[in-house]
């Protein structure tokens, strides 16, 4: 996938696999909730509280 250059200039831009430290799950904490991120074997990710 190609991003352009205003794209990544609009917003922070992270990549999920840094997220994960290379595995497929990582929490993410939003205002004292945690959720789940999970990178699937087809490549989609999956966000869940």
């Not at 922070?12 to 290379?22: I, K, Q, R, S, Y």
């Amino acid at each position: 996938m190609t991003i352009s250059p205003s794209f990544t200039q609009a917003l922070p831009a992270h990549d999920a696999e840094d997220l994960t430290n290379g595995g497929n799950q990582a929490n993410i904490l939003l205002n004292g909730q945690v959720y789940t991120l999970r990178i699937t074997r087809a490549g989609k990710l999956i966000l869940t509280k």
